[in-house]
């Protein structure tokens, strides 16, 4: 019942642009988040919205990286603009863990995205 993809991932040059996509069966009802894991480093918080859309973002990506979501398709998006080497990982989506306004990590994950931006 609880199952999230991710697509949209694939190498781009530095300076290019990606879109990623998460689907998941009931987001109008829960915080959302994307995490990345880059090769030998722990999984960290990319961005983050709450139930009434107000998101936060690492200070890494703030500027450069969009989250958004549309409920009529149940599906959440990052938008990910001048895109650097050090962005390069895999890509999770995560649903909160509460049925709340606020954003909680849960064990809710995706597959995961792998996204490359190198020359």
């Known amino acids: 019942q609880v199952h999230l993809v991710e697509s949209g991932g694939g190498w781009v040059q530095p300076g290019g642009s990606l879109r990623l996509s998460c689907t998941d069966s009931?987001?109008?009802?829960?915080?959302m988040a994307w995490y990345r894991q880059a090769p030998g480093k722990q999984r960290e918080l990319v961005a983050s919205?709450?139930?009434?859309?107000?998101?936060n973002y690492a200070a890494s990506v703030k500027g450069r990286f969009t989250l958004s979501r549309d409920f009529a398709k149940n599906t959440v998006f990052l938008q990910m603009n001048s895109l650097e080497p050090q962005d390069t990982g895999v890509y999770y989506c995560?649903?909160?863990?509460?049925?709340?306004?606020?954003?909680?990590?849960?064990?809710?994950w995706g597959q995961g995205t792998q996204v490359t931006v190198s020359s």
């Open positions: 995560n649903r909160g863990k509460y049925p709340t306004n606020d954003y909680y990590a849960s064990d809710y």
């Open positions: 009931d987001i109008a009802s829960y915080a």
């Open positions: 919205i709450t139930r009434g859309d107000t998101t």
